[in-house]
């Protein structure tokens, strides 16, 4: 068995196709599970409906329908979803901005263009951590 590969389940709410892709085939070839969202209101109901299998949302800020940011303050105010990890990968990479997602709640924030390297070993020592806890 390849100790690389970490099995976790990650949701993607994600609105630019060419984004969800990159993110989608990078994480499912490090062998995570994927789940995608294409805008914020699907998120949440995705959320809400596989709370017990996702351990990691990646969360996209400018989306239709439900931003981020709300995405996060309504994920954080229920009880059933306020404790899964969110990590925020956005371009808008403003310190403010980032401050207001973290804040907010997120755990960690990805600025975009996304540097590929950097980002697979961002998730992947999230999950090894997560796994020793
Ligand atoms: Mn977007």
Redesign the pocket.
Known sequence: MDTNKHNGTILIA???PT?MKLIKDILEFEGYNIIEAHDGKAALNMIRKCKNDIDLILL????PEINGFEVIKLLKSNDTTKNIPIFVV?AHAMESDIKKALNAGCNNFITKPINLESFVDKINSFFLHAIQR
């Not at 996209?60 to 989306?63: H, P």
């Open positions: 994600e609105d630019n984004n996209d800020i400018q989306l956005s």
